[in-house]
C-alpha cells in the first residue's frame, strides 16, 4: 500500500448525489472509475497490482457501504478482483486465495491507505512481504486483505518489482556511489508516465530506496 492523495470528486458523482432517491447501483460509474484510477496511478489500493480493464476494477467502499456514505467520493478506492476471477485447471481458486476486497467484503479495516501515519507504519523485506510496525494493523494486512498469500503472487511480485534495482546496486563497481541511482529510482517511484500510471508494487521499490537513502545520508 502507498498514500492515496485524493483529488477532486468527478462532476457526476456530485450530480447524481444530489439527486433524490439516488443510490450508488444507479450510478454511471465511468467518469467515477477513470478518476479513481488516475490519482492511484491505476494500481490497486490495497495490493498496488496493476489495474486498467473496466471488467478488472472494482470500486471499493473503505467503509462498509450504508446509505450515508455510498457516494461520499473519500470512502470509493478502486481495487483488483482479488482473484475473484482466477481459475487454475480450469476451476476457481479457493476462496482462501481471495485477497483485497473480495477478501475483505464486509470486514472493518483501520488500516487507511489514505491516511499518511497509517502509510508510514508500512515496511517490506527484501522478499516481498508487506509489514506494519502496528499489530492490528499487521493482522489486517494478513488476515483481512490477504497481502502475504503464502500460496499465492504477491509476495513474488513485489520481489520481481525490487530485484532489478537489487542487480543495479550490486553491480555497481567498488567504491561507486550508490546515491545518483538511489535518487534517479527515487524520482521514477514517485512519479507517473505519460499514462498517468505508477510503476506496478511501487511501495516496495519506496520502502526500499528511501531506507538505502536513509543510510547513506
Not at 470528486?9 to 484510477?37: C, I, M, Q, V
Not at 525490487?162 to 542487480?167: A, F, I, R, V
Amino acid at each position: 500500500m502507498i498514500l492515496i492523495q485524493k483529488n477532486s470528486e468527478p462532476n457526476s458523482l456530485r450530480e447524481h448525489r444530489n439527486t433524490p432517491g439516488a443510490d450508488f447501483d444507479g450510478l454511471d460509474k465511468t467518469e467515477l472509475r477513470d478518476s479513481l484510477l488516475k490519482e492511484q496511478g491505476y494500481l490497486c489500493a490495497y495490493c498496488m497490482k496493476r489495474i486498467r480493464q473496466e471488467n478488472k476494477v472494482k470500486i471499493e467502499h473503505y467503509k462498509a457501504r450504508n446509505k450515508e456514505n455510498e457516494l461520499l467520493y473519500q470512502n470509493l478506492l478502486a481495487v483488483c478482483d482479488g482473484n475473484e476471477t482466477l481459475t487454475f485447471n480450469g476451476n476457481k481458486v479457493n476462496p482462501q486465495r481471495f485477497t483485497c476486497d473480495t477478501r475483505k467484503k464486509e470486514q472493518e479495516l483501520h488500516i487507511n491507505p489514505q491516511d499518511k501515519n497509517d502509510m508510514e507504519t508500512i515496511f517490506y523485506d527484501n522478499q516481498g512481504k508487506i509489514y506494519s510496525k502496528n499489530p492490528e494493523y499487521q493482522k489486517e494486512i494478513d488476515e483481512v486483505l490477504n497481502l502475504n498469500d503464502p500460496y499465492g503472487y504477491l509476495i513474488s511480485n513485489r520481489r520481481a518489482a525490487l530485484e532489478p534495482l537489487l542487480k543495479r546496486i550490486h553491480d555497481l563497481k567498488p567504491g561507486q556511489d550508490a546515491m545518483p541511482l538511489l535518487r534517479k529510482v527515487e524520482r521514477y517511484c514517485y512519479s507517473k508516465n505519460d499514462m498517468q500510471e505508477y510503476p506496478e508494487y511501487v511501495g516496495i521499490l519506496r520502502w526500499y530506496v528511501k531506507r538505502q537513502i536513509r543510510r547513506r545520508g
